[in-house]
């Protein structure tokens, strides 16, 4: 996710500049700085205003960098690369919208009939990773851009630093982050321990979570109006960018302008960001994530089309959100739709078989309370599961703010 940031922040910086002689400077910079790569296995656009998909991918490649900034950033000594971010991007057909979901590393996926972990299929370059995206989970792929660790560290640098919110104090050996809770400005250094830290219960979630609250913050750092006006700044972001950047041989700077002309308001006025829903299994003594079908599905379907996510909420506003599960004698199925629900931050109440007049049947019913109805679309984001009324018979959990009665679907 935070190598996002910086893809969008050139698109947005250049077409915020598009005229006059710095913009056509910016651009040619931009374009002779890129690296470019074939990528065969990439979908055609049948049309300029189709809806457009990308791949967005930050690499844990070392290159480039120090033993002395590997020790001093507790980047070990890995050599390769595999996919460190994997972001899917969806642009309407109309401009009118833009929607981001994060692929966890871990996610499963079959590559060349074997089960493997989605940043593991990265080994096999650009197109093994697209194709393995779109035979898995249908989604179709227009573009790819990479980015490594040392362009995230160059445009923080850039920047100056990221001013990035903590609700509680975050310590973690083997990222370096150690933070109070409260606001605070972070250097690239301290941005970069905060990003790759995975501590919590949910491991890579709780990473992805700080990932996008660090691209929200730095989109707003660079759509800023001192960085657009401070030239020699705007002229260093975009080479420090470009220079780090490696797309796909159709996708050049001029391409990504002219969709940036045209998404600039969308951005500006926020992304919606939102992660597979899944669940942890261990297989053949391997620790997986498992795309949890219902949701996935109907969250890929929405990308597909190119129309908006159905708000997830902020992670904050989740773990202020408990779920009552309702099993109907389904005991496993409700099992992993308590995982998938915990796993993006949902507190989860388990409310035993529940009555009879609650049986989801064959499809996950999600209630809707008085006064909860975001809570509700929350849940449903997630689970991609129907919202109706909760019946006035019946009577929620007191703690409750949403009801889930799980249905066959979940054991698929």
Request: net charge negative; hydrophobic share 40%; with cysteine.
């Given at each position: 996710?935070?190598?996002?940031?910086?893809?969008?922040?050139?698109?947005?910086?250049?077409?915020?500049t598009?005229?006059g002689?710095?913009?056509?400077?910016?651009?040619?910079q931009?374009?002779?700085?890129?690296t470019?790569?074939?990528?065969?296995?990439?979908?055609?656009?049948?049309?300029?205003?189709?809806?457009?998909?990308?791949l967005?991918?930050?690499?844990?490649?070392?290159?480039?960098?120090s033993?002395?900034?590997?020790?001093?950033?507790?980047?070990?000594?890995?050599?390769?690369?595999r996919?460190d971010t994997?972001?899917?991007?969806?642009?309407?057909?109309?401009?009118?919208?833009?929607?981001l979901?994060?692929l966890?590393?871990?996610?499963?996926?079959?590559?060349g009939?074997?089960?493997?972990k989605?940043?593991?299929?990265y080994?096999?370059?650009?197109?093994?990773?697209?194709?393995?995206?779109?035979?898995?989970?249908?989604?179709?792929?227009?573009?790819y851009a990479?980015?490594?660790?040392?362009?995230?560290?160059?445009v923080v640098?850039?920047?100056?630093?990221?001013?990035?919110?903590?609700?509680?104090?975050?310590?973690?050996?083997?990222?370096?982050?150690?933070?109070?809770?409260?606001?605070?400005?972070?250097?690239?250094?301290?941005?970069?321990?905060?990003?790759?830290?995975?501590?919590?219960?949910?491991?890579?979630y709780?990473?992805i979570?700080r990932?996008?609250?660090?691209?929200?913050?730095?989109?707003?750092?660079m759509?800023?109006?001192?960085?657009?006006?401070?030239?020699?700044?705007?002229?260093r972001?975009v080479?420090?960018?470009?220079?780090?950047?490696?797309?796909?041989?159709?996708?050049g700077?001029?391409?990504?302008?002219?969709?940036?002309?045209?998404?600039?308001?969308?951005?500006?006025?926020?992304?919606?960001?939102?992660?597979?829903?899944?669940?942890?299994r261990?297989?053949?003594?391997?620790d997986?994530?498992?795309?949890?079908?219902?949701?996935?599905?109907a969250?890929?379907?929405?990308?597909?089309?190119?129309?908006p996510?159905?708000d997830?909420g902020?992670?904050?506003?989740?773990?202020?959100?408990p779920?009552?599960?309702?099993?109907?004698?389904?005991?496993?199925?409700?099992?992993t739709?308590g995982?998938v629900?915990?796993?993006?931050?949902?507190?989860?109440?388990?409310?035993?078989?529940g009555?009879?007049?609650?049986?989801?049947?064959?499809?996950?019913?999600?209630?809707?309370l008085?006064?909860?109805?975001?809570?509700?679309?929350?849940v449903?984001?997630?689970?991609?599961?129907?919202?109706?009324?909760?019946?006035?018979?019946?009577?929620?959990?007191?703690?409750?703010?949403?009801?889930?009665?799980?249905?066959?679907?979940?054991?698929?």
């Amino acid at each position: 996710m935070r190598r996002l940031a910086t893809v969008l922040g050139v698109v947005v910086l250049v077409a915020g500049t598009g005229l006059g002689t710095t913009g056509v400077l910016l651009l040619r910079q931009a374009e002779a700085s890129l690296t470019r790569v074939p990528v065969p296995e990439l979908d055609e656009a049948a049309a300029p205003s189709d809806a457009r998909h990308f791949l967005i991918v930050g690499s844990d490649s070392r290159d480039g960098l120090s033993d002395e900034q590997r020790s001093r950033l507790t980047l070990g000594q890995f050599e390769g690369q595999r996919s460190d971010t994997v972001i899917y991007v969806s642009i309407s057909e109309d401009r009118s919208t833009v929607s981001l979901v994060s692929l966890p590393r871990d996610l499963l996926v079959i590559d060349g009939g074997r089960q493997r972990k989605l940043t593991e299929t990265y080994a096999g370059g650009p197109d093994r990773l697209v194709s393995v995206i779109q035979q898995n989970f249908g989604l179709p792929v227009n573009h790819y851009a990479e980015i490594s660790l040392g362009g995230f560290i160059s445009v923080v640098e850039t920047l100056g630093s990221v001013e990035l919110c903590l609700d509680a104090p975050l310590v973690d050996r083997k990222s370096g982050a150690e933070f109070e809770a409260g606001c605070q400005q972070m250097d690239a250094e301290e941005a970069l321990s905060f990003v790759r830290s995975r501590r919590g219960n949910f491991g890579d979630y709780e990473r992805i979570a700080r990932q996008q609250q660090f691209l929200r913050a730095t989109l707003r750092e660079m759509i800023d109006a001192q960085v657009l006006t401070d030239v020699p700044r705007l002229f260093r972001l975009v080479e420090n960018v470009a220079s780090n950047v490696t797309t796909d041989e159709n996708l050049g700077v001029g391409e990504m302008r002219a969709v940036a002309q045209e998404m600039r308001q969308v951005v500006s006025a926020g992304v919606p960001m939102a992660t597979v829903p899944a669940f942890p299994r261990r297989i053949d003594g391997a620790d997986f994530m498992v795309a949890y079908r219902p949701g996935a599905e109907a969250m890929f379907d929405r990308l597909r089309q190119g129309v908006p996510l159905l708000d997830s909420g902020d992670r904050p506003d989740r773990e202020e959100t408990p779920v009552a599960l309702i099993s109907g004698g389904r005991t496993a199925a409700a099992g992993t739709v308590g995982s998938v629900l915990q796993f993006v931050g949902f507190g989860v109440i388990a409310a035993g078989s529940g009555d009879a007049s609650l049986d989801a049947g064959t499809t996950t019913t999600i209630y809707r309370l008085p006064g909860h109805e975001d809570e509700a679309e929350w849940v449903a984001s997630f689970l991609g599961a129907p919202i109706v009324d909760l019946p006035a018979t019946v009577t929620a959990p007191e703690a409750a703010k949403v009801l889930v009665a799980v249905g066959d679907d979940a054991s698929l």
